[in-house]
Nanobody
Framework: QVQLVESGGGLVQAGGSLRLSCAGSGRTFSGYVMGWFRQAPGKEREFVGAIIWSSSSTYYADSVKGRFTITRDVAMNTVLLQMNSLKPEDTAVYYC??????????????????WGQGTQVTVSS
């Protein structure tokens, strides 16, 4: 039982940066895989990256690798998504998600049990 709240979205120019936060309540992320997904208008929900909470191991989609970084703040029970060198094609609603598994990660949205409400990221050219 985890409730997820995303924050940090907004409007930024191409080449700029944003940092998204996903705060959890009700239960710590310990033992979970935390994922980030995004969905642009008219497109399917897309895997962005994930972090295995227990090990802090991270995984990224090729489209964001080298630009986005996922970290954890254990004390705040929060997952962070640092987005640098943003491109217009990064424009989407970004969602934080939690998977109760702790032994691996999935790129499929259907594998995740809990979802945040989403936060809009808009990158202008």
């Amino acid at each position: 039982q985890v409730q997820l709240v995303e924050s940090g979205g907004g409007l930024v120019q191409a080449g700029g940066s944003l940092r998204l936060s996903c705060a959890g309540s009700g239960r710590t992320f310990s033992g979970y895989v935390m994922g980030w997904f995004r969905q642009a208008p008219g497109k399917e929900r897309e895997f962005v990256g994930a972090i295995i909470w227990s090990s802090s191991s991270t995984y990224y989609a090729d489209s964001v690798k080298g630009r986005f970084t996922i970290t954890r703040d254990v004390a705040m029970n929060t997952v962070l998504l640092q987005m640098n060198s943003l491109k217009p094609e990064d424009t989407a609603v970004y969602y934080c998600a939690a998977d109760r598994r702790s032994w691996g990660y999935s790129r499929s949205s259907g594998s995740y049990d809990y979802w945040g409400q989403g936060t809009q990221v808009t990158v202008s050219s």
